[in-house]
T-cell receptor, first 115, second 112 residues
Framework: EAGVAQSPRYKIIEKRQSVAFWCNPI?????LYWYQQILGQGPKLLIQ????????DSQLPKDRFSAERLKGVDSTLKIQPAKLEDSAVYLC?????????????FGSGTQLSVL | RKEVEQDPGPFNVPEGATVAFNCTYS??????FFWYRQDCRKEPKLLMS???SGNEDGRFTAQLNRASQYISLLIRDSKLSDSATYLC?????????????FGTGTRLLVSP
């Protein structure tokens, strides 16, 4: 079974530039999550989709971050403009229907360095 | 107060030792609990769920104490391959869907 696919694996940009990350969840998974993991910290939920609707984006810095999952399958996360503090690993995860006790499957992540 | 708190460590233990980590959570309405393992520069992977009655999987035992709002992970007979960061995750139901909140992780280093 194919896992959660993410690209690119690494990205280096200068501050104030824009960047976009892509995620393709496991086939059939309705729930998709974007997490930000800063070095030395645990993953922090940025946004959660159920199919193509947003369930939770309370911790998404909406002045610079945006995300979409238009067809309820793959998703993109964009940062515009990037700040130094956005340097982190951006992890995409998916689960079957988003219910209690469901296992999350994570992608390998995109490591972003903002210089 | 953070929603989920862990001692970041590192915990340095010799092979064969028994080591235990705790994780406290602030929301008494939290409904399910997990331990994830994260190797260096890798994604988190589910290690085990934590049930009210406690559960065991080989050398790993997870327990939940709702009264004191903490969960624990016990690793017996530590192996070199157990070296990793162990993330505690607590589930809050949010508009009918789970919202998983992670702790900062506890780093374990097992030495020969």
């Amino acid at each position: 079974e194919a896992g959660v696919a993410q690209s690119p694996r690494y990205k280096i940009i200068e501050k104030r530039q824009s960047v976009a990350f892509w995620c393709n969840p496991i086939s059939g998974h309705a729930t998709l999550y974007w997490y930000q993991q800063i070095l030395g910290q645990g993953p922090k939920l940025l946004i959660q989709f159920q199919n193509n609707g947003v369930v939770d984006d309370s911790q998404l810095p909406k002045d610079r971050f945006s995300a979409e999952r238009l067809k309820g399958v793959d998703s993109t996360l964009k940062i515009q403009p990037a700040k130094l503090e956005d340097s982190a690993v951006y992890l995409c995860a998916s689960s079957l229907v988003g219910q209690r006790n469901e296992k999350l499957f994570f992608g390998s992540g995109t490591q972003l360095s903002v210089l | 107060r953070k929603e989920v708190e862990q001692d970041p460590g590192p915990f340095n233990v010799p092979e064969g030792a028994t080591v235990a980590f705790n994780c406290t959570y602030s929301n008494s309405a939290s409904q399910s609990f997990f331990w994830y393992r994260q190797d260096c520069r890798k994604e988190p992977k589910l290690l085990m769920s934590v049930y009210s009655s406690g559960n065991e999987d080989g050398r790993f035992t997870a327990q939940l104490n709702r009264a004191s709002q903490y969960i624990s992970l016990l690793i017996r007979d530590s192996k070199l391959s157990d070296s990793a960061t162990y993330l505690c995750a607590v589930n809050k139901m949010n508009t009918g869907f789970q919202k998983l909140v992670f702790g900062t992780g506890t780093r374990l280093l097992v030495s020969p």
